[in-house]
């Protein structure tokens, strides 16, 4: 149903569209998933796998972790490397849109996450519900900045507001239903950024004194 929908707005989205627009957002979204690709480390593959539900909520930890570490990576290069990107592609448009990467890569690297916690519950209607969810939320902000003359932008803040809407959705399913275990999950995750934390401020002690007795 979610290629359905798109299919039957294609029509409507070329008339107010045209190929330069769809190139530029084939850029935007080419870029953005290099780094969706790896957003949580591949990790959340393997959450389908352990027979232990405590080893499944750890990999998801672990997987949210590199997903939040990972936005802040992209947003780092894309604020370094957006106007340079803009001169090789010879797009000037591109580059405003390029901060907008970090976005993508946190919602789609928690939808990753969470759909295959879905996948591993058997929960197949919220996975179809959120594909939905995400085409529609897609091609109807694309129609409606497309209809108010917001061509420029349209594209690109369709595709995004259908991946921030999809992330919600199966976000807030997982939060509803399966809040004891969310808690867990969050609790997981924020022992793990403590112990890098703890590690990091470890690892400085020992610089410091190795520089001491240097001196």
């Keep these: 149903l979610s290629q359905v929908i798109t299919v039957l707005a294609a029509p409507l989205l070329s008339r107010l569209y045209n190929g330069e627009h769809f190139g530029v957002l084939a850029l935007y979204m080419s870029i953005s998933s290099?780094?969706?690709?790896?957003?949580?480390?591949?990790?959340?593959?393997?959450?389908?796998?352990?027979?232990?539900?405590?080893?499944?909520?750890?990999?998801?930890?672990?997987?949210?972790?590199?997903?939040?570490?990972?936005t802040l990576l992209s947003f780092i290069i894309v604020l370094i490397c957006k106007d340079v990107l803009s001169v090789l592609f010879k797009e000037p448009r591109l580059s405003s849109f390029l901060l907008f990467v970090p976005l993508s890569v946190l919602s789609m690297g928690f939808y990753q996450v969470f759909y295959n916690w879905c996948l591993r519950k058997k929960k197949f209607k919220v996975m179809s519900w959120s594909k939905i969810v995400q085409s529609s939320i897609s091609v109807t902000v694309s129609l409606a900045l497309g209809f108010s003359g917001n061509v420029i932008s349209g594209l690109i803040a369709g595709f995004i507001a259908g991946q921030v809407a999809g992330a919600v959705f199966i976000g807030i399913?997982?939060?509803?239903?399966?809040?004891?275990?969310?808690?867990?999950?969050?609790?997981?995750?924020?022992?793990?950024?403590?112990?890098?934390?703890?590690?990091?401020?470890?690892?400085?002690?020992?610089?410091?004194?190795?520089?001491?007795?240097?001196?």
Excluded: W
Aim: aromatic share 8%.
């Design 173 to 215: 399913y997982a939060l509803v239903n399966e809040h004891d275990k969310c808690v867990y999950i969050v609790h997981s995750t924020s022992s793990i950024v403590k112990s890098l934390a703890q590690n990091i401020y470890d690892l400085q002690n020992k610089v410091h004194k190795y520089k001491k007795q240097l001196n």
């Design 34 to 70: 290099l780094f969706v690709l790896i957003a949580a480390g591949r990790y959340e593959l393997a959450i389908v796998l352990p027979d232990e539900e405590k080893k499944a909520h750890n990999l998801i930890a672990l997987s949210l972790f590199i997903t939040m570490a990972m």
